[in-house]
């Protein structure tokens, strides 16, 4: 995953549009990769994941795409909604079976 | 989906004292857990696997007199601050590995919030 930093990147989105979310993993080996969305002082909920055999999984309203060879993730979010405001970590799931997070990525929803 | 509970969900203490965080996986047993700690705006850290009926395994740098961690059964583990102090203030985040599909994935608590005095 990304290191750790003490300052979150931010992504500001009008309400209506489309979100895109990236995060680049460390780990070529990795199998499986999980989004989960953060909100404000509770715990990370799972939003979608992706087995490493496949480059694109949908669900609702969001997808997610996998680039092994550049070893990147991204989450699309559509009509990005105020709810939709949160916290975004991806996680790889690394060789040992354990979880690695990324960095984070704000998502900040303008109405 | 499966469910992980935290409790409490926000605890405040003196310094000195010890606090025991519970998670418990709802409607599924889970063999492993997992205890993270999270400071503001920062990612979750690892800080110990814990497997039901054997020693936990901790991070390098996670004092394990210090963060004792019991995981009793197969819906229960809990984690001690043993000694709390100010600097262990932080949030604490459980999970638990449940079968999503074809794969085991990981469901997260709500978290606790410590406050040490």
């Known amino acids: 995953g990304e290191s750790v930093g003490l300052h979150l990147p931010t992504l500001s989105v009008q309400e209506g549009d489309n979100s895109i979310i990236n995060c680049a993993y460390s780990n070529s080996a990795s199998d499986y990769f999980i989004w989960y969305k953060q909100e404000s002082g509770k715990g990370p909920q799972f939003i979608i994941d992706?087995?490493?055999?496949?480059d694109k999984r949908q669900g609702q309203r969001v997808t997610v795409l996998l680039n092994k060879t550049v070893k990147h993730l991204s989450l699309q979010i559509a009509a990005t909604q105020p709810g939709d405001s949160a916290v975004y970590f991806c996680a790889e799931n690394m060789p040992s079976n354990m979880l690695t997070f990324g960095g984070g990525t704000r998502l900040m929803v303008k109405p | 989906g499966a469910v992980v509970s935290q409790h409490p969900s926000r605890v405040i203490c003196k310094s000195g004292t010890s606090v025991k965080i519970e998670c418990r996986s709802l409607?599924?047993?889970?063999?492993?857990m997992f205890w993270y700690r999270q400071f503001p705006k920062q990612s979750l850290m690892l800080m110990a696997t814990s497997n039901e009926g054997s020693k936990a395994t901790y991070e390098q740098g996670v004092e394990k007199d210090k963060f004792l961690i019991n995981h009793a059964s197969l819906t229960l583990s809990t984690l001690t601050v043993t000694s709390a102090h100010p600097e262990d203030s932080s949030f604490y985040i459980c999970?638990?590995?449940?079968?999503?599909?074809?794969?085991?994935?990981?469901?997260f608590g709500p978290g606790t919030r410590l406050l040490v005095l």
């Open positions: 999970s638990a590995r449940a079968i999503q599909g074809a794969q085991e994935t990981q469901y």
């Open positions: 992706i087995r490493s055999n496949m």
């Open positions: 409607d599924f047993q889970a063999t492993t």
